[in-house]
């Protein structure tokens, strides 16, 4: 079955990096369009990066120049780095997956097919 296995989140101070990993299987990964997704409390889910089968990126404008999203074809794994983290960063950060791009002209689409448990992310000021 599909799964998506989030890891590296924490607890950083503002100004602080993390690199979070998505372990993924049961599905073909490498034609996938990939990304990452965060959802804090009380407010939406929303969208952070998307990386697409030939590793083109896209970002949320709150965290481009910041944040870096990656692929590992060979290892069937997604990577976030975030660096420069602010108190606004801290989310339940979400793995996703999906045979069809979720991203257009700046807007990321919510109905995404896989999506992982998340690792929580915080950040103190």
């Known amino acids: 079955q599909v799964q998506l296995v989030e890891s590296g989140g924490g607890s950083v101070q503002s100004g602080g990096s993390l690199r979070l990993s998505c372990a993924a299987s049961?599905?073909?990964?490498?034609?996938?369009?990939l990304g990452w997704f965060r959802q804090a409390p009380e407010k939406e889910r929303e969208g952070v990066a998307h990386?697409?089968?030939?590793?083109?990126?896209n970002y949320a404008e709150s965290v481009k120049g910041r944040f870096t999203i990656s692929r590992d074809n060979a290892k069937n794994t997604l990577y976030l780095q975030m660096n420069s983290l602010k108190p606004e960063d801290a989310a339940m950060y979400y793995c996703v997956a999906d045979p069809w791009s979720f991203y257009n002209g700046g807007y990321f689409y919510t109905s995404v097919a896989y999506w992982g448990q998340g690792t929580q992310v915080t950040v103190s000021s």
């Open positions: 990386i697409d089968r030939d590793g083109r990126t």
């Open positions: 049961g599905f073909a990964y490498s034609s996938c369009y």
